[in-house]
């Protein structure tokens, strides 16, 4: 088991940025897979980005590649996500996930996620 809690949400202009902070507790972090989907409302959960265990590979959707950086820190065990740039269309609920064999972009393949974060971006 682990237990992932988000932090670091709130509102921005569009422009602005925001840091997503994922806190990770229980099993060994560096066990899983680590990834950031969201939820707009009326829309299904996408995904945002994702990191392999050791941090040397990472993966973006289309609509936030070099905007968003995603990293995560093994003594801290935490994975965050930057966010910059943002536009009115990032609105969402942010939601970490991680998992232990995973498609990294596929959320039926993470099986903990946490609470979720309310981002919200003003046009």
């Known amino acids: 088991q682990v237990q992932l809690v988000e932090s670091g949400g709130g509102m921005v202009q569009a422009g602005g940025s925001l840091r997503l902070s994922c806190a990770a507790s229980?099993?060994?972090?560096?066990?899983?897979?680590m990834g950031w989907f969201r939820q707009a409302p009326g829309k299904e959960r996408e995904f945002v980005a994702g990191?392999?265990?050791?941090?040397?590979?990472?993966d973006y959707a289309d609509s936030v590649k070099g905007r968003f950086t995603i990293t995560r820190d093994g003594a801290k065990n935490t994975v965050d996500l930057q966010m910059n740039s943002l536009r009115f269309e990032d609105t969402a609920v942010y939601f970490c996930?991680?998992?232990?064999?995973?498609?990294?972009?596929?959320?039926?393949?993470?099986?903990?996620w946490g609470q979720g974060t309310q981002v919200t971006v003003s046009s």
């Open positions: 229980g099993r060994t972090f560096s066990s899983y897979v």
């Open positions: 990191i392999s265990r050791s941090g040397v590979r990472t």
């Open positions: 996930a991680a998992g232990e064999l995973v498609s990294i972009v596929s959320a039926g393949s993470y099986a903990y």
